[in-house]
């Protein structure tokens, strides 16, 4: 049995204000000075650190919105004078899609590391668009040894990025002949891709790479953006080569372990060019994720390619379609044509766009992906709030991911303690399925209830589309 994989987080708070979802109400006007009031019992010192702002208003406000909503003060209080109310703020963040409680829990995550709890209890809707509207088995939950991060027993997140044979030949002599393949081995079922936009004109490439070192898995970038990039951090580094050919490229193809290449009318020739030149290197053709992309995968797949990375647009939806479908629908259909070819095995397809949340890659891969991209919650690990083009907003306003510390170092650590949250709540729903390795998980629909298929067993015609 392999070590078990551990993820260590280091606390790190994030430098730059954050917008809480509760604020109290106080109406102060009727106080009686009760010797038993409540607020100095606050858990949280919320009314503590209230009482140093209105003393001192040049301080921050960053402490009045750290109320968790537990509201043990506003049941505590004899004279009922005290109430939580949702902070207008913290309801305009994000947009449809990267909603506001999406935010904060990644915020919540990126500072320690741990599955975020809050004191009020999910309110949310138990059935929404996207990966909302899929639940996942729990039935194995009841179980003591299916405890996921408590360690009793062994829950496997390795993949493999490559193609293993299908079948074994040999000669009379016992020597294996046939074609030889290459895999990578992560101990965690994702890789760190390339954000959507930059911060403060930073690519945070070299903060992406120290992120994939600490967890053991690999970050995507542009080949031109290696240069300065320590030697022990290149087998982490996955270069991705566009139309501009392999200039760039070349002196990393012998000391990476795998590369990407943008989908073009010449990609499939750049990639055997470099397939060629370097046998051991695994190459992964990026697709954008639409109607046509199983048929792309089943010619290029015809062509010896055996990776695919198969990309959404930031909310999770396919590319260039007039009615785009989530990630979900897609992937599905994807995975059960390569079933139906009878060479899903024989390829890896990694996914992103979308993948917003912990639950988001258990559920990617419950459709059908072998492992996720993440991009864009790495950038709102720093602070980003998503709010680029979002209605209202202009370009004089400064970004609050941006007004912060974006050093290389904090920057790699506030995106390795989120990882960890996320593998630790993966742990979690692996156990709960009774599933002891994460590759089993694959295409699994059967372990997962989708609302479009349920309604549509229920009420037939009649189910709303």
């Known amino acids: 049995m392999p ?5 260590k987080a280091v606390a790190t ?5 954050r917008v809480g979802k509760f604020g109290s109400v106080d109406w102060r006007e009727d106080c009686s000075r009760c010797t038993n009031c409540v607020k100095p019992r606050c858990v ?8 140093a702002y209105n003393r001192d208003p040049e301080t921050s406000v960053i402490p009045l919105y750290e109320c968790r ?5 506003v049941q505590g209080c004899t004279k009922g004078l005290l109430g939580i109310s949702l902070n ?17 829990t990644t915020w919540n995550q990126a500072d320690n590391g741990r599955v975020p709890v809050s004191g009020a209890g999910y309110r949310g809707r138990y059935h929404g668009p996207g990966f909302d509207s899929i639940w996942t088995d729990m039935s194995e939950i009841v179980r003591p040894t299916r405890d996921g991060i408590h360690g009793r027993e062994y829950i ?7 193609s293993k044979p299908m079948r074994l030949s040999f000669t009379p002599d016992g020597q294996m002949v046939g074609e030889t393949t290459s895999l990578i081995d992560l101990p965690i079922p994702l890789i760190l891709d390339i954000p959507p936009w930059t911060l403060r004109g930073q690519t945070l490439t070299r903060a992406r790479l120290a992120a994939a070192k600490a967890l053991g898995t690999l970050a995507v970038a542009p080949a031109a953006e290696a240069a300065g990039v320590p030697a022990e951090q290149l087998p982490h580094f996955v270069p991705l080569v566009g139309s501009e050919g392999l200039a760039a490229a070349e002196p990393l193809l012998p000391k990476v372990r795998l590369a990407e290449f943008v989908d073009w009318a010449g990609s499939l020739d750049l990639l055997a060019k470099a397939k060629a030149a370097h046998p051991s290197l695994i190459c992964a053709l990026r697709l954008p994720m639409e109607a046509a992309a199983a048929e792309s995968i089943l010619a290029a797949k015809a062509a010896g390619v055996k990776v695919f990375h198969l990309f959404a647009d930031l909310h999770g939806r396919e590319i260039g379609a007039e009615n785009p479908r989530h990630i979900k629908d897609v992937l599905r259909e994807i995975h059960t044509r390569l079933v139906q070819q009878g060479v899903r095995d024989e390829v890896t397809l990694i996914v992103s766009g979308g993948i917003a949340l912990a639950e988001h890659m258990a559920k990617a891969i419950i459709c059908g992906a072998d492992l996720v991209a993440v991009d864009t919650s790495l950038l709102v690990a720093l602070g980003c709030r998503v709010c680029r083009g979002a209605a209202g907003r202009t370009h004089e306003e400064e970004c609050a991911a941006e007004a ?3 050093d290389r170092a904090y920057a790699a650590q506030r995106m390795v303690n989120l990882m ?13 399925m009774g599933i002891r390795e994460v590759r089993r998980l694959r295409g699994e629909v059967g372990r997962a209830i989708f609302m479009e298929d349920i309604e549509r067993e229920a009420f037939g015609d009649l189910a709303c589309k």
């Open 88 to 104: 207008p703020e913290y309801l305009a963040l994000g947009d449809e899609y990267w909603r506001p409680e999406i935010l904060a």
């Open 69 to 73: 909503g537990c509201l043990s003060c």
């Open 156 to 162: 496997s997140t390795s993949v493999d990025i490559g």
């Open 404 to 406: 912060g510390n974006l």
């Open 3 to 7: 070590e078990k994989y551990h993820i």
């Open 420 to 432: 960890g949250a996320w593998h630790s709540q993966l742990l979690e729903v692996l156990g709960a």
């Open 44 to 51: 949280y010192d919320t009314y503590k650190k209230e009482a």
């Open 13 to 17: 708070p994030g430098h730059f204000r």
